[in-house]
């Protein structure tokens, strides 16, 4: 099983900006990586994912036009750029892989997707 290890949380005011990374311990292709987040109470949802044979992107509606999801050339690091952040993007926020597929779709952003996690990243953001 992929190992992956995120990097990159922190604490900020709102209206700033973080980025986030996500190492993963081997070559990852045609399968989906996502970004999830989970806040206290609250249950894990995707925020962004990326089907990594295409490069096809996938947001949820709390994210879009905020945030930008990529994956660098070698295909093992994942990043999530995260601008304009608001209070209630204040989450634990986790990288994960997916099973292998021929194509990508909206089911990257499918929880039950992924079958590979890393530990998290804590992102906290004030207002």
């Known amino acids: 099983q992929v190992q992956l290890a995120e990097s990159g949380g922190g604490s900020v005011q709102a209206g700033e900006s973080l980025r986030l990374s996500c190492a993963a311990s081997?070559?990852?292709?045609?399968?989906?990586m996502g970004w999830f987040r989970q806040a206290p109470g609250k249950e894990r949802e995707a925020v962004a994912s990326?089907?990594?044979?295409?490069?096809?992107?996938y947001y949820s509606d709390s994210v879009k036009g905020r945030f930008t999801i990529s994956l660098n050339n070698g295909k093992n690091t994942l990043y999530l750029q995260m601008n304009s952040l608001k209070p209630e993007d204040t989450a634990m926020y986790y990288c994960?892989?997916?099973?292998?597929?021929?194509?990508?779709?909206?089911?990257?952003?499918?929880?039950?997707?992924?079958?590979?996690w890393g530990q998290g990243t804590q992102v906290t953001v004030s207002s």
């Open positions: 081997e070559y990852l292709y045609n399968r989906c």
């Open positions: 994960a892989a997916g099973k292998l597929r021929p194509v990508g779709g909206s089911w990257c952003l499918a929880r039950d997707e992924y079958n590979s």
């Open positions: 990326i089907y990594t044979g295409t490069g096809n992107r």
